[in-house]
């Protein structure tokens, strides 16, 4: 399996952005996916995650802006972000949870200021 990331791009704080995560393969639907983010500096972590049967789990540091979510007849995961901070400035990954090494993509950078 393949991840491609999307969306991403510069936005003014209190702005939204969506992410989107296309995976290549049949298998997509059968496994918990993920959005991970590695701030600058910082190590890469989980910051929420999807069940196959659409289970969700947040990082509270987002629980209340961002909203994960899944298309699996389109084999999409999506990360809806919204009332964006500075803090927030990083590149969004996705993958399986827990995470495989050989699946990490390029990611999409997300910038978050005036």
């Not at 209190?14 to 983010?37: K, N």
Request: neutral net charge; proline residues 4%; charged residues 20%.
């Amino acid at each position: 399996v393949q991840f491609v990331e999307s969306g991403g791009g510069l936005v003014q704080p209190g702005g939204s952005l969506r992410l989107s995560c296309t995976a290549s393969g049949d298998t997509f639907q059968t496994f918990t996916v993920g959005w991970y983010r590695q701030l600058p500096g910082k190590q890469r972590d989980l910051l929420a995650h999807i069940t196959p049967l659409g289970l969700t789990s947040h990082r509270q540091a987002v629980r209340d802006r961002f909203t994960i979510s899944r298309d699996d007849a389109k084999t999409t995961m999506y990360l809806d972000m919204n009332d964006l901070k500075p803090d927030d400035t990083g590149v969004y990954y996705c993958n399986f949870v827990p995470a495989r090494a050989e699946n990490w993509g390029q990611g999409t950078q997300v910038t978050v200021s005036s």
